[in-house]
T-cell receptor, first 114, second 115 residues
Framework: AQTVTQSQPEMSVQEAETVTLSCTYDTSESDYYLFWYKQPPSRQMILVIRQEAYKQQNATENRFSVNFQKAAKSFSLKISDSQLGDAAMYFCAYKRSGNTPLVFGKGTRLSVIA | GAVVSQHPSWVICKSGTSVKIECRSLDFQATTMFWYRQFPKQSLMLMATSNEGSKATYEQGVEKDKFLINHASLTLSTLTVTSAHPEDSSFYIC???????????FGQGTRLTVV
């Protein structure tokens, strides 16, 4: 079974600074997808960024970028120029190919300090 | 973007009663629906997967007779918690996908409190 591990239950960052959230996963599949979701206090799940395993290039979305290390099965999220609105729970998620569900890590609570 | 509407957003019910949670896809056909449960300060745990017109597939440890899932149309899936007990109190989230698409769209979640 696939597992997703987020080893940082909580992180904090100063406003305008950069923070990196860690995620590792375990799978025997070669074709899969990785995601970072944000869950603010409203509890609405928001997709932050997605990475296809077959792509070597790291995904970026504005201030959000990932460091995808396939051999190491590592998928970290870097948030640059952190803003107060970035404060939330962040979940790393894995999905193998096909019509399959997302498997979530336990989450990292990010606090942004003004 | 695609919208999934989940209703109600919160509900309080008495122990022993049943509660129905609805999840509607507003602008796409939700061929597959996933139901998750999230305990306080914990991750989302998959309860079941349902494909339109088919019986739901439940994850190990999830009682199918207690958590009834119906996915009779391409725009509506329901989760009914039958004979609810306080330990069923949790946050329930639906997620819908169209076809083999990669994107999963989430509802706003339902906070269930059983007293």
């Amino acid at each position: 079974a696939q597992t997703v591990t987020q080893s940082q239950p909580e992180m904090s960052v100063q406003e305008a600074e950069t923070v990196t959230l860690s995620c590792t996963y375990d799978t025997s599949e070669s074709d899969y997808y990785l995601f970072w979701y944000k869950q603010p206090p409203s509890r609405q799940m928001i997709l932050v960024i997605r990475q296809e395993a077959y792509k070597q290039q790291n995904a970026t979305e504005n201030r959000f970028s990932v460091n995808f290390q396939k051999a190491a099965k590592s998928f970290s999220l870097k948030i640059s120029d952190s803003q107060l609105g970035d404060a939330a729970m962040y979940f790393c998620a894995y999905k193998r190919s096909g019509n399959t569900p997302l498997v979530f890590g336990k989450g990292t609570r990010l606090s942004v300090i003004a | 973007g695609a919208v999934v509407s989940q209703h109600p957003s919160w509900v309080i019910c008495k122990s022993g009663t049943s509660v129905k949670i609805e999840c509607r896809s507003l602008d796409f056909q939700a061929t597959t629906m996933f139901w998750y449960r999230q305990f306080p300060k914990q991750s989302l745990m998959l309860m079941a997967t349902s494909n339109e017109g088919s019986k739901a597939t439940y994850e190990q440890g999830v009682e199918k007779d207690k958590f009834l899932i119906n996915h009779a149309s391409l725009t509506l899936s329901t989760l009914t918690v039958t004979s609810a007990h306080p330990e069923d109190s949790s946050f329930y989230i639906c997620s819908a996908r169209e076809g083999q698409g990669l994107k999963a769209f989430f509802g706003q979640g339902t906070r269930l409190t059983v007293v």
